[in-house]
Every structure is written in C-alpha cells, then in structure tokens.
T-cell receptor
Framework: NAGVTQTPKFQVLKTGQSMTLQCAQDMNHEYMSWYRQDPGMGLRLIHYSVGAGITDQGEVPNGYNVSRSTTEDFPLRLLSAAPSQTSVYFC???????????FGPGTRLLVL | SQQGEEDPQALSIQEGENATMNCSYKTSINNLQWYRQNSGRGLVHLILIRSNEREKHSGRLRVTLDTSKKSSSLLITASRAADTASYFCATDEAPSGGGADGLTFGKGTHLIIQP
C-alpha cells in the first residue's frame, strides 16, 4: 500500500492564481481531511469528508474548496491564491472504525 | 482556536535521558492522540489514549491522561538521536467553527536529542 499520497510536493503560485492540491489514499478509508501547518503552529483543519459525496468545513475553510467524488481522492482547490495561504498542506485519512489518522508527506505552497 | 497546548515548546536533552512533554486541552474529549513529525515530513501516529484510561504504554512511550485537569503527558524513556522530532498532541474535540471530524492539534514540542 502506498498509503496517503500528495502531489505536488512543492508549488509556487502568484497571487490570484488557482490550483488544485491532489490527495489520494489506497486504504479504502471513509474519512479524509485537509490541514494546513504554519510555522510554529500545529495543524489546523481546513475541510473534511466522511465519505464519497459528503464534505464539510473545518476551522479555516475560507479560500478553499473540496470535493469527494470517489473514496480514494480528495482534492483541495485554491480558488484565488493569496500570500496568507503560503503554508504546508497535509492530507490525512482514517477508517470509520478507528481514530488514528494517516498523513501524507505534505505539499509546500508558496504564494508570491 | 487550538485545543491542545504543548509544554515545553522546545526541549533539548542528552541521549539516554528521559523526555517528558505535556499537553493541556480545553473541553471534553473522547480520546487524545500523540503524533510525531520529523523535519519536513508528515505526521506519524504514536499512541492514543481514551478518556476512560489513565495510562498507556507502547514500547519506550508512556502516556498519561488526567481528564479532571484536562492534561496529558508523553514520556519517552531512554531517548535516542532518532527521537529528535516535533511532537503534537491532538484531540477529537471539534475546533470552534469546525465540524464533526478532524483532529485539533496543539503547537507541538520540538525535541532535540544531543548525542
């Protein structure tokens, strides 16, 4: 199993550009989440999904969209990038029967 | 808002010594987890303790939970250079404005093991 994979590993955007961060898991997990991590901070929840076709907002959802058309994939879309969205983004998944979350390696995003 | 708050923010000890990190949280929880993050990497789950448990062990890790004080501690015994990482506590209580899933993380303790 590859676990949770994220692409790209690193991305530079200009203010106003849009992009999609990809996340995929091959563990057949129902739950998937997106977090952002800023320097000296813990992770903050952006959006999450409890199953295909179901998404909901986390603590810091503004400026981000998500969709969950399949169990495996959970892309995060930045609609119009802002410097405040410079961060490291982590995708995570878990099964419905356990609380342990499995994290991807992260995507480093720099918005100029 | 951050739920868990780790203490200390940074800790440097000699290899072989024990390392203790503390975490405090604000509201009722069902469980508390500890994760490790090596520099530039994703988080790795270490251990989970449920609200009805007071202590749990896993290898060189010992976790305690005091729900009356809303606090937890992580003890790493006989530390090794490979233990150098950031350690985060996370609770299952939804952050303000959040929903029914996802974890709420503290800011972490950066542990450095000196050889």
């Amino acid at each position: 199993n590859a676990g949770v994979t994220q692409t790209p590993k690193f991305q530079v955007l200009k203010t106003g550009q849009s992009m999609t961060l990809q996340c995929a898991q091959d563990m057949n997990h129902e739950y998937m989440s997106w977090y952002r991590q800023d320097p000296g901070m813990g992770l903050r929840l952006i959006h999450y999904s409890v199953g295909a076709g179901i998404t909901d907002q986390g603590e810091v959802p503004n400026g981000y969209n998500v969709s969950r058309s399949t169990t495996e994939d959970f892309p995060l879309r930045l609609l119009s990038a802002a410097p405040s969205q410079t961060s490291v983004y982590f995708c995570a998944s878990r099964s419905g029967t356990e609380e342990t979350q499995y994290f991807g390696p992260g995507t480093r995003l720099l918005v100029l | 808002s951050q739920q868990g708050e780790e203490d200390p923010q940074a800790l440097s000890i000699q290899e072989g010594e024990n390392a203790t990190m503390n975490c405090s949280y604000k509201t009722s929880i069902n469980n508390l987890q500890w994760y490790r993050q090596n520099s530039g990497r994703g988080l790795v789950h270490l251990i989970l303790i449920r609200s009805n448990e007071r202590e749990k062990h896993s290898g060189r890790l010992r976790v305690t939970l005091d729900t009356s004080k809303k606090s937890s501690s992580l003890l790493i015994t006989a530390s090794r250079a490979a233990d150098t990482a950031s350690y985060f506590c996370a609770t299952d209580e939804a952050p303000s404005g959040g929903g029914a899933d996802g974890l709420t993380f503290g800011k972490g303790t950066h542990l450095i093991i000196q050889p």
